[in-house]
């Protein structure tokens, strides 16, 4: 293939995917304001296609309204609810549907362009990219699973349900993400040694970085993010407006055991007991939190010895070995902001408690949380290289 025509296939396939990181992160901001405006379970259907309509005229909305006061969130929690209520909640989660099947067009239609009618993708490539119109359409189908558990006895969705919900959407928009930076930093056949080297990642430079300290940060926070949706699920936030102490004390054994010995077996609560999930979503925290430090920092330390040692050698550094186009300027500002995110959201997160749980920090919160996961899903790909 002619190397014009490599080049502006490369430039769209990164708008693609920009495009659709973009609209996803669009997508999971609606979503989590519709779970915190308390909307999710304003809409009792799923009409994958004629769903697309939201009610044209007044009789129209009636009807929606009264399909929903058939339903045990009417029925238990929002009795006194008006029609322009209503509406406000029906709003948030339409924008939140219609948004998602925007987002499975902009997966399917440029891929299939590729694939079929230019043929520009081939093997490997085509089912890492065809895997994408396939996610968003499960990721609608779990949505349907999760509301359906809100619309049976009691008018809250479930908590596993939820998480399944969210970690498919972090899945996909990690997926999204690593995949433009494979078409954006392209691994470069030949060494930079023209290019002035010194500024550019190499291997030898990542081979410095510790891998334990990745993994672990990998782990903890993989669980930190499990235990925060379980969290937001059974609205385990509120249950103590205290801290450090839970019910003024550090260790609140009396919720503990006497609610572990009533009802709930040992797996249940673990993964369902509301004061057991804040205890442990607040504390593990703040391990998390310094575990992701030690990584930043012992990393910041590591890359700044490494380029002191290679300057006192008097070696021109990195010769002849950086292979990507990532500069160590871009490898600092990605660990300085990984070690804010990081330093941040156990802030904001003691704050949320503190505060009873408002919008607006729970809000941050998730935020945070899709970029300090973002931050440290790029300095893993450079290290991985
Ligand atoms: C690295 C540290 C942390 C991470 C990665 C993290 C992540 C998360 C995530 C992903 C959620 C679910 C958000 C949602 O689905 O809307 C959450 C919820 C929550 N987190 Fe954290 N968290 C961290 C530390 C903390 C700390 C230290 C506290 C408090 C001491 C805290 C308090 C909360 C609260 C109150 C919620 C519930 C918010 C709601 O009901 O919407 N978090 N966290």
Redesign the pocket.
Same mark, same amino acid.
């Given at each position: 293939m002619k190397q014009a025509s490599v080049h502006s296939q490369r430039r769209f396939k990164k708008i693609w995917l920009m495009s659709l990181f973009s609209l996803s992160l669009l997508l999971m901001i609606i979503g989590?304001l519709t &779970?915190?405006t308390g909307s999710g379970l304003s809409m009792v259907n799923w009409e994958p296609i004629m769903g697309s309509i939201p009610p044209l005229n007044e009789s129209q909305w009636q009807e929606d309204f009264q399909q929903y006061q058939e339903y045990p969130q009417y029925r238990i929690k929002n009795q006194a609810m008006t029609l322009s209520e209503f509406k406000f909640i029906f709003y948030f989660e339409y924008i939140h549907r219609i948004l998602g099947r925007l987002v499975g067009l902009v997966a399917l239609l440029p891929f299939l362009w590729l694939a079929a009618a230019s043929r520009h993708i081939k093997g490997k490539e085509l089912l890492q990219l065809g895997i994408l119109p396939v996610l968003v359409g499960m990721q609608g189908f779990v949505g349907w699973y999760m509301v359906k558990s809100g619309l049976i006895n009691v008018p809250e969705v479930s908590h596993f349900r939820l998480a399944l919900h969210?970690f498919l959407a972090l899945f996909f928009i990690s997926y999204v993400f690593v995949l433009f930076l494979k078409y954006h930093y392209i691994k470069l056949a030949e060494p930079l040694a023209k290019h002035d080297p010194a500024s550019y990642v190499s291997a030898d430079m990542l081979a410095v970085l510790s891998k334990p300290a990745l993994l672990f940060s990998w782990v903890f926070?993989a669980l !930190?993010?499990l235990y925060? +949706?379980f969290?937001?699920g059974l &609205?385990?936030? &509120?249950v103590s407006a205290d801290?450090p102490t839970m019910f003024g004390q550090f260790f609140p054994k009396e919720q503990f055991i006497g609610l572990a010995d009533a009802k709930f077996g040992l797996l249940q609560f673990m993964f369902s007991h509301a004061v057991f999930i =804040?205890f442990i =979503?607040?504390h593990l @925290?703040?391990i998390?939190?310094l575990i /992701?430090l030690f990584f930043v920092l012992s990393s910041l330390i590591k890359i700044y010895g490494w380029q002191q040692n290679q300057q006192n050698q008097h070696k021109p550094a990195c010769e002849g070995r950086a292979s990507m186009k990532v500069k160590v300027k871009t490898l600092y500002t990605a660990f300085f902001l990984l070690g804010a995110a990081?330093l941040l !959201?156990?802030l904001v @997160? /003691?704050l949320? /408690?503190l505060w009873h +749980?408002p919008v607006s920090l729970?809000f941050v =919160?998730?935020l945070l949380?899709i970029i300090?996961l973002h931050l440290l899903l790029f300095v893993t790909w450079i290290q991985a290289k």
């Open positions: 989590n &779970r915190l969210l926070l !930190q993010t925060g +949706v969290m937001a &609205r385990a936030g &509120r801290y =804040h =979503h607040r @925290g703040i998390t939190a /992701i990081v !959201q156990p @997160g /003691i949320a /408690i +749980v729970a =919160h998730f949380a300090l």
